[in-house]
């Protein structure tokens, strides 16, 4: 069954730092596509980053990227230079195939930058 | 505006009210989907609309009444809830094209209670 697992609740970082954000998911499916978001306090679910299962290159976006290691089925998120407003819940998410809607999301790592 | 807009951020009501939560995108997207957070679980998926015909239930029950009257507008009418109802509700927008790629953009929630 599709499943993302997020073992980290929460995570220290000190500003200027890189982090890294765990995330492994169990598919049975060949065409997948992993994402990650961001929630600050806000509320708001705000898109970081998309990996696609046939990418051959780990996707970046600034100072996100995506180590994507498909054997291992896992998909960690590296923050880099970290900023006090990357302070935040991130969330790990995965979507199967084709004629699928349905986006389903890991637990979540509580992330907190500070000075 | 731009993005994914949702009112009112917050609301408080009876179990025996009825109110209506709003959705409302401008990024010309074909699909809007309703998610519910809860404090320490995973975002559940409640309903999916695609070009305004609901494509799917997710076993939700029925005092939540999604209603989508075009691509742009997505409402959850809520009567009779519980106080386990109380969460976070957000929107989201995609283009629709059912495929592991397609990227949902979400709103800023509404912060829901219910007494």
């Known amino acids: 069954a599709q499943k993302i697992t997020q073992t980290q609740p929460g995570m220290f970082v000190q500003e200027k730092e890189a982090v890294t954000l765990d995330c492994t998911y169990d598919?049975?499916?060949?065409?997948?596509?992993l994402f990650w978001y961001k929630q600050p306090s806000s509320g708001e679910m705000i898109f970081l980053i998309y990996?696609?299962?046939?990418?051959?290159q780990n996707a970046t976006e600034g100072r996100y990227s995506l180590n994507f290691q498909k054997a291992r089925k896992s998909a960690n998120l590296v923050i880099s230079a970290s900023q006090l407003g990357d302070s935040a819940m991130y969330f790990c998410?995965?979507?199967?195939?084709?004629?699928?809607?349905?986006?389903?999301f890991g637990t979540g790592t509580r992330l907190q930058v500070f000075p | 505006e731009t993005g994914v807009t949702q009112t009112p951020r917050h609301l408080v009501m009876g179990m025996t009210n009825k109110k209506s939560l709003k959705c409302e995108q401008h990024?010309?997207?074909?699909?809007m989907y309703w998610y519910k957070q809860s404090a320490k679980k995973p975002l559940e998926l409640m309903f999916v609309?695609?070009?305004?015909?609901?494509?799917e239930n997710n076993s939700v029950p029925s005092r939540f009444s999604p209603e989508c009257p075009n691509s742009s507008h997505l409402f959850l009418h809520l009567h009779t809830l519980q106080p386990e109802d109380s969460a976070l509700y957000l929107c989201?927008?995609?283009?629709?094209?059912?495929?592991?790629?397609?990227?949902?953009?979400f709103g800023p929630g509404t912060r829901l209670t219910v007494l």
């Open positions: 989201a927008s995609s283009q629709g094209s059912s495929t592991s790629t397609d990227t949902q953009y």
């Open positions: 598919t049975s499916d060949q065409s997948y596509g």
């Open positions: 990996q696609g299962s046939y990418d051959e």
């Open positions: 998410a995965m979507r199967e195939g084709y004629n699928t809607d349905k986006l389903i």
């Open positions: 990024l010309g997207h074909n699909a």
């Open positions: 609309y695609s070009l305004e015909e609901r494509v």
